[in-house]
């Protein structure tokens, strides 16, 4: 697509519950990178995917949040066990190349209520 | 940690250019200048990036001191619909997983008639 997609674009679930939130990214991004922001602050990284390279998980929060991205295209960020603070808008980007210059393209985000 | 400082809010009046200042006194050699913008409810929009040299584009100009230790990104005639938070970010151009970007806290600007 024209942009980078995200679904859904509102979730609201109960604690301790399990969520996926997707990311399609622009066709033929090799890059994509998940960031969440909570309600008033900025941008908080969460994991970056290059190619068939390991992913940067530096900075996800816990163990019970995981991402995985399928043929090098549309990713899937996993919550598990979701908590009151999980609440966020999470924000997935996608560049055509590592650090390409023109910047990246950001999608809508999904925002998260954890109730 | 961002390694970038500006000013929390600023006001311009429509019509006129906004003028954002942005410090970035610890900017290495290989690092560019990024600028991106948040309107509400929105993602992260691209503006403009540098390394040295003042850039143009049709959304605004970015002026990067001699020494590089700040910048300053120009709206040039600033409308109600560039009411947002505008991000300044120093990062490496081929960073790899060091590309990542990095978000401070940002300037919130708000265009008023």
């Known amino acids: 697509g024209a942009g980078v997609s995200q679904s859904p674009s509102n979730k609201v679930t109960e604690k301790g519950k399990d969520v996926e939130l997707r990311c399609d990214p622009i066709s033929g991004h090799t890059a994509l990178y998940w960031y969440r922001q909570s309600l008033g602050q900025g941008l908080e990284f969460l994991i970056y995917?290059?190619?068939?390279?390991?992913?940067?998980k530096s900075g996800l929060p816990s163990d019970r949040f995981s991402a995985e991205r399928t043929g090098g295209s549309v990713s899937t960020l996993t919550i598990q066990r979701t908590q009151q603070e999980d609440s966020a808008v999470y924000l997935c980007?996608?560049?055509?190349?590592?650090?390409?210059?023109?910047?990246?393209?950001f999608g809508s985000g999904t925002r998260l209520t954890v109730v | 940690d961002a390694k970038t400082t500006q000013p929390p809010s600023m006001d311009c009046a429509e019509g006129r250019a906004a003028n954002l200042p942005c410090n970035h006194s610890t900017i290495s050699g290989n690092e560019y200048v990024y600028w991106y913008r948040q309107i509400h409810s929105q993602g992260p929009q691209y503006i403009i990036h540098?390394?040295?040299n003042n850039e143009t584009n049709e959304m605004a100009s970015l002026i990067i001191t001699e020494d590089r230790k700040s910048s300053t990104l120009i709206l040039p005639h600033a409308t109600l619909r560039d009411t947002a938070v505008y991000y300044c970010?120093?990062?490496?151009?081929?960073?790899?997983?060091?590309?990542?970007?990095?978000f401070g806290k940002g300037t919130k600007l708000s265009v008023k008639p």
């Open positions: 995917f290059q190619g068939n390279s390991a992913p940067d």
């Open positions: 540098g390394l040295k």
């Open positions: 970010i120093v990062r490496l151009f081929y960073g790899g997983s060091q590309g990542n970007l990095i």
């Open positions: 980007a996608s560049s055509s190349g590592p650090g390409t210059g023109n910047g990246y393209t």
